[in-house]
């Protein structure tokens, strides 16, 4: 066996390793963001709108996210900058080269190729081009400034730690380090980790001592994990689903109703009615009757919204019964002032049905029986129709003066 195969089956478990490393944290929801390294848009070709970068659009509304560093896009925007200008000037060049075989104005195909590129500079466009990305993939720039520790930086540097290395050209790691820095830093405070897509070599060394960056090799890699993770999160949902149904969780409904009760203010109740004329409307009280999973057998359908640490928050939707009692006063328009006259009012009790959106948070995802820690009622507008209605004059003379 020659040194170049011993190197290579080196490089294969060292990949290896990383590999179930990233995996283990993302089945067990550390992992909650993937970030791309710079020398990844370099394989891609920059080619934003194509191939595998195409699929980070993915993750635009996702629950997992998506962040870049600062630096890196700096960069990025810096060689696209430099490819485009470059590319420019070759076609300028051609085209110009041209008026030797054929019979055209010299200076005619370089207005051919304005009208063709726009008139935006290199460095315009691509500015243009990159925040088009950032936004259909609904990525999160992270930066530097705010999240930098530079006194580790500078450790880092002249102790020689990663990603600088023994080499004479190691200051051209200080964009590596920087985006590193940033992003371990920002998901430290977010408390989550992040899945780094990478084939530095001092950029994976640092992710190996780091416990917020998980080093993987290759984008469609990470997005095939990205994948099995969201897979994942489906079984343990459609699990929790069907131990609800079996009775695991026999207060549940209990437990939803309460916490329902005392947060049914936080739903934005509008009562509406048709009259005949004008009138104002106060809501008085809103009281549950009852709170059902809205589906025909009654059963939950879960949804994953968040998943870190072996926590687990779904939502599902809650079919409500309410009572509610309204006070209406109703007023007409006086055909020679033109002022709004009282004309009576009336007090209505009416019975309604709703849905809203609950969460519930689910810890020990590993254990036979899950353990319910939180539920909450997610704010929302509902209304109330009152139906017809009309003054409430009971005993009094309907023809008298008011």
Not at 86 to 114: E, F, M, T
Not at 154 to 182: C, G, Q, T
Request: hydrophobic share 35%; glycine share 6%; with cysteine.
């Amino acid at each position: 066996m020659n040194k170049q195969t011993i190197k290579n089956e080196q490089y294969a478990a060292l990949k290896a390793e990383r590999f179930a490393e990233a995996k283990s944290k993302l089945l067990d929801g550390s992992i909650g963001a993937i970030s791309v390294d710079t020398c990844i848009f370099t394989e891609a070709g920059y080619r934003l709108d194509s191939g595998t970068l195409k699929h980070l659009e993915q993750f635009k509304g996702n629950a997992f996210r998506l962040v870049f560093s600062e630096m890196t896009f700096r960069e990025i925007h810096g060689h696209i900058t430099k490819h485009s200008d470059a590319a420019k000037g070759k076609l300028v060049s051609a085209l110009r080269g041209i008026g030797k075989y054929w019979p055209v104005q010299i200076d005619k195909p370089v207005l051919d190729v304005d009208e063709l590129l726009g008139s935006d500079s290199a460095k315009e466009m691509t500015s243009k081009k990159l925040s088009e990305f950032i936004t259909r993939c609904g990525g999160q720039l992270i930066k530097a400034k705010s999240n930098l520790d530079i006194s580790e930086l500078l450790e880092r540097y002249f102790n020689v730690h990663p990603p600088f290395e023994s080499s004479a050209d190691k200051k051209s790691e200080f964009p590596d380090a920087i985006a590193l820095l940033s992003l371990q830093a920002w998901a430290r405070d977010e408390g989550i980790a992040i899945l780094f897509v990478t084939k530095d070599k001092g950029c994976k060394s640092f992710c190996k001592g780091s416990e917020q960056l998980y080093a993987v090799d290759s984008l469609s890699d990470a997005l095939a994990l990205i994948h099995e993770r969201d897979t994942h999160c489906s079984e343990l949902c459609r699990s929790l689903e069907t131990k609800i149904a079996h009775g695991n969780y026999p207060d549940l409904n209990d437990k939803i109703e309460n916490v329902i009760s005392e947060e049914i203010w936080s739903i934005d109740w509008t009562p509406e009615a048709d009259a005949f004329c004008y009138y104002d409307a106060e809501l008085e009280e809103v009281e549950l009757i009852s709170a059902v999973f809205d589906d025909p057998q009654r059963c939950p359908e879960f949804k994953p919204v968040d998943y870190r640490n072996d926590i687990l928050v779904v939502k599902t939707s809650i079919e409500l019964e309410v009572k509610a009692s309204c006070g209406f006063s109703f007023f007409v328009k006086d055909g020679v002032d033109h002022d709004m006259v009282a004309i009576g009012s009336s007090f209505i009790g009416q019975k309604e049905f709703v849905n809203v959106d609950i969460l519930l948070t689910f810890e020990k995802l590993s254990n036979d029986a899950p353990e319910l820690v939180r539920i909450e009622l997610i704010p929302t507008c509902r209304n109330i129709d009152f139906g017809t209605i009309e003054p409430d004059y009971g005993d009094e003379n309907s023809s008298g003066e008011y």
